[in-house]
């Protein structure tokens, strides 16, 4: 499969990307050497192998969800610079009308 200069142009116009003619006598070739190997992929890829998107396997680091009591509001608050109510008292930023 080769992609002409007309295709990969086209893909750019599809992808929103403006291509000078330099571009596309550089790109063209080396989305077809991506097509290439993505169909040397297939072929090889058979039903029973499982798909991945890693070649390495993952295994999660992270530890096991356990809940922990909770820090005290009067807590959480002691430091605030500012505070209203059992909240956090923050500079508005927005101009908008609560």
């Known amino acids: ?24 006598e550089h790109l063209a070739p ?31 680091v992270f530890r096991a969800d356990e809940p922990v009591p909770c820090l005290p509001v009067e807590a959480a608050l002691s430091g605030a610079p500012a505070v209203e109510g059992n909240r956090f008292r923050v500079p508005r930023i927005l101009g908008e009308e609560a």
Do not use: W
Request: hydrophobic share 45%; aromatic share 0%; charged share 20%.
């Open 30 to 60: 080396q989305l077809d050497q991506i097509l290439e190997h993505v169909a040397q992929v297939s072929e090889v890829a058979a039903a029973d192998i499982q798909p991945t998107s890693h070649p390495l396997p993952l295994t999660n």
């Open 1 to 24: 499969m080769a992609l002409s200069r007309e295709e990969v142009a086209a893909l750019g116009r599809l992808a929103r990307i403006e291509l000078s003619a330099e571009e596309l």
